[in-house]
C-alpha cells in the first residue's frame, strides 16, 4: 500500500522561506502526478502546486512566483519551495499522488502545518 510522509513544516516570519519533503513508498513513484494541497479550517482543500510524470508544473494563481514544485524520482520524493511567504499561506500543506489515469489522487501523506506569523 503507498505511503506519503510529509516533512519541513513549521513557523516561519512573513516574507521568509521553507522548504516542504514528501517521501512516498509502496508506489512506482515515477508514474505518479505529484501535487501539493493546502487547507485551512472551514475552507475546501485547494490544490497549490503539482508536477506531472514529464515534470510539466502547474501553479495556483496565489503562488506563482513564489513557489516551486520539484521531483526527484531516484529519491522517491517531491518537494515545494515556499519563498515570500505571506500570512495568507497559513494552512495544512498534503502531498499527493495521482495514478495518470486517475481524476483524483490515489494517495495523501498526513499534512504538515505551516504558519506564517511575526
Known amino acids: 500500500q503507498g505511503q506519503l510522509v510529509e516533512s519541513g513544516g513549521g513557523l516561519v516570519q512573513p516574507g521568509g522561506s521553507l522548504r516542504l519533503s514528501c517521501a512516498a513508498s509502496?508506489?512506482?513513484?515515477?508514474?505518479?502526478?505529484m501535487g501539493w494541497y493546502r487547507q485551512t479550517p472551514g475552507k475546501q482543500r485547494e490544490l497549490v502546486a503539482a508536477?506531472?510524470?514529464?515534470?510539466?508544473?502547474n501553479y495556483a494563481d496565489s503562488v506563482k512566483g513564489r513557489f516551486t514544485i520539484s521531483r526527484d524520482n531516484a529519491k522517491n520524493t517531491v518537494y515545494l519551495q515556499m519563498n515570500s511567504l505571506k500570512s495568507e499561506d497559513t494552512a495544512v500543506y498534503y502531498c499527493?499522488?495521482?495514478?495518470?489515469?486517475?481524476?483524483?489522487?490515489?494517495?495523501w501523506g498526513q499534512g504538515t502545518q505551516v504558519t506564517v506569523s511575526s
Open positions: 508536477i506531472t510524470t514529464g515534470g510539466s508544473t
Open positions: 499527493s499522488a495521482r495514478g495518470i489515469l486517475s481524476r483524483i489522487p490515489n494517495y
Open positions: 509502496g508506489i512506482m513513484f515515477s508514474g505518479y502526478v
